[in-house]
């Protein structure tokens, strides 16, 4: 029963790294360089910077591991 649960939780940890990787891929690539300004540029104070948008990503992965799992825990 455990062994299933954690290769469970560990398929849906890998789902979300993987989503998430490819949404930031996505993201930089289409839209990062039209609209956010550059760490050396003149704007770089502006609160969106890709090194905070780096961060919110990384802490937006870790949160819906975190929903997954205690969802996970709680239904089964």
């Known amino acids: 029963m ?3 649960l954690l290769t469970a ?3 849906f940890a890998l789902l979300i790294f993987a989503i998430e990787g ?3 891929y996505i993201f930089h690539r289409k839209i990062a360089g039209m ?3 550059d760490e ?3 704007g770089a104070r502006s609160l969106f910077t890709h ?3 780096k961060a919110f ?3 937006h992965t870790l ?3 975190v929903v997954i799992i205690v969802t996970y825990l709680f239904l089964w």
């Open 57 to 59: 990503a990384i802490v």
């Open 22 to 24: 490819a949404m930031w």
């Open 40 to 42: 050396s540029g003149p």
């Open 9 to 11: 939780l560990v398929f």
């Open 2 to 4: 455990e062994s299933t």
């Open 35 to 37: 609209c956010l300004p």
């Open 63 to 65: 949160l819906l591991i």
């Open 51 to 53: 090194i905070r948008f």
